[in-house]
Nanobody
Framework: QVQLVESGGGLVQAGGSLRLSCAASGRTFSNLVMGWSRQAPGKEREFVAA????????YYADFVEGRFTISRDNAKNIGSLQMNSLKPEDTAVYYC?????????????????WGQGTQVTVSS
């Protein structure tokens, strides 16, 4: 089992940027696909982005529209999500996820590991 701890959330104005970080421990990070999901108030949790074991391949939800960049540093067991051009509709709790496959990370649920989440609030 891997433990995930997010940081970097906060309050930002529309058009601003935030960088989320995810620190992993307890299992070899480089053997896991890493991703980010989010949940806005009153909405279901949704997939945001994922990155392959090596970092060579990335996956994004359509709503990202080139504004976010996912990355990872396997030597430091850290994953990141750089978010630019933030919109009020990006307001949500953002969760770091990790799993054996991209499908598991995209689907979420009990087959993936989850952090406790970090709040991102974008004001208009």
């Amino acid at each position: 089992q891997v433990q995930l701890v997010e940081s970097g959330g906060g309050l930002v104005q529309a058009g601003g940027s935030l960088r989320l970080s995810c620190a992993a421990s307890g299992r070899t990070f480089s053997n896991l696909v890493m991703g980010w999901s989010r949940q806005a108030p009153g909405k279901e949790r949704e997939f945001v982005a994922a990155i392959s074991y090596s970092g060579a391949t990335t996956y994004y939800a359509d709503f990202v529209e080139g504004r976010f960049t996912i990355s990872r540093d396997n030597a430091k067991n850290i994953g990141s999500l750089q978010m630019n051009s933030l919109k009020p509709e990006d307001t949500a709790v953002y969760y770091c996820t990790a799993g054996a496959t991209v499908s598991r990370v995209r689907a979420g649920g009990p087959t993936a590991s989850w952090g406790q989440g970090t709040q991102v609030t974008v004001s208009s």
